[in-house]
Structures are given as structure tokens and as C-alpha cells.
């Protein structure tokens, strides 16, 4: 990264807890992967909606990436009513993801209002395949809770966990 970080509120994130930020969100995550910056997400509740039941709200898939916030008080929600199968996906398009850091922010899976096959399946995937092995992933300083599963699904190796604190209800 060359020391820019980019604020999600200026791709017109609210973090009110009321509307969609989903967009805004994926649109600072695409634009700082095209130029090398990291993202900033203050404080707030930002809602996120997957598609359906079987995608990712928000997805990450550019090497040396920096996701960042204020702590938990900086929150990434599940809005209600709308299935997915993780908050965020870690996973490249094509080869290997490496050197992604995600870190002081909260996600709440929102599970007693999601329904269907993968109602607030788990907060965070990092996707292995035979095309795809990641290395450098570190998660710091997450606070997630509320989802089905464990929050953190790691289907392969080289996923670094650093001080996840977990509330699962």
C-alpha cells in the first residue's frame, strides 16, 4: 500500500444502521484494490445484503489489501431478512490471494433475523480451491458475533487469527 487510506463514507456510506451500504461499501473496496490504498470504515453501523443465499455481501479480491476501522464500534451488519454465506469474502478472481489484512472492526451476522439454508451462515470465508491458496490473511482485533457458525470459516491453511474475540448467542 503506499500509505493512503480512503474513507468508505466518501463513496457514500451512511453507517446509520438503517440503509443499504452495501454498495458503497463493495465500490470503496474495488476502487482502493484498483489503486493500492487502503480502506478506512469509522465508526458506525454500516447494513450490508448479499445477493442471495449463496454469495457474499461484500467481497475482496485483489492482493495487499488493508481493511481497517475504529474497533468494534465500527460495525459491518447483516440487514435483515437477506440469507448469505458470509459478510465477506476473501477469495481471488484467478491465483492466489495473499496479504490481506482485516482489522478493529465489527460484524454482526444479524442471525434471529435471517432465514433459509444459510441464514447468517458465517462472518468472514477465505476461499481455497485447486486454483486458489491464500497466505498472508490476517484478521486483528475483530469483534464478530451473531452468526450460525464459528464467524470465521477457513477451509485451508495460512489464515493467521490475532486476538478474534467471539460473542456467538
Request: hydrophobic share 35%.
Amino acid at each position: 500500500l503506499n500509505g493512503t487510506r480512503v474513507n468508505v463514507r466518501w463513496f457514500g456510506a451512511y453507517g446509520n444502521g438503517s440503509n443499504n451500504d452495501t454498495s458503497a461499501l463493495q465500490a470503496a473496496i474495488d476502487y482502493c484494490e484498483a489503486n493500492s490504498m487502503g480502506l478506512y470504515i469509522p465508526k458506525g453501523v454500516y447494513l450490508v445484503r448479499a445477493a442471495n443465499s449463496n454469495s457474499f455481501a461484500l467481497r475482496i479480491n485483489s492482493n495487499g489489501f488493508l481493511m481497517e476501522g475504529d474497533g468494534k464500534e465500527s460495525e459491518i451488519k447483516e440487514d435483515n431478512g437477506y440469507p448469505y454465506k458470509a459478510l465477506l469474502g476473501i477469495q481471488a478472481n484467478s491465483g492466489n490471494i495473499k496479504d490481506i489484512t482485516v482489522r478493529n472492526l465489527g460484524f454482526d451476522g444479524n442471525r434471529a433475523n435471517q432465514s433459509g439454508a444459510w441464514y447468517g451462515a458465517c462472518i468472514i470465508t477465505v476461499s481455497v480451491s485447486a486454483t486458489n491458496s491464500p497466505a498472508n490473511i490476517t484478521l486483528d482485533g475483530l469483534y464478530c458475533h451473531d452468526a450460525y457458525t464459528d464467524n470465521i470459516d477457513n477451509t485451508g491453511e495460512a489464515l493467521e487469527l490475532w486476538y478474534i474475540q467471539r460473542k456467538i448467542v
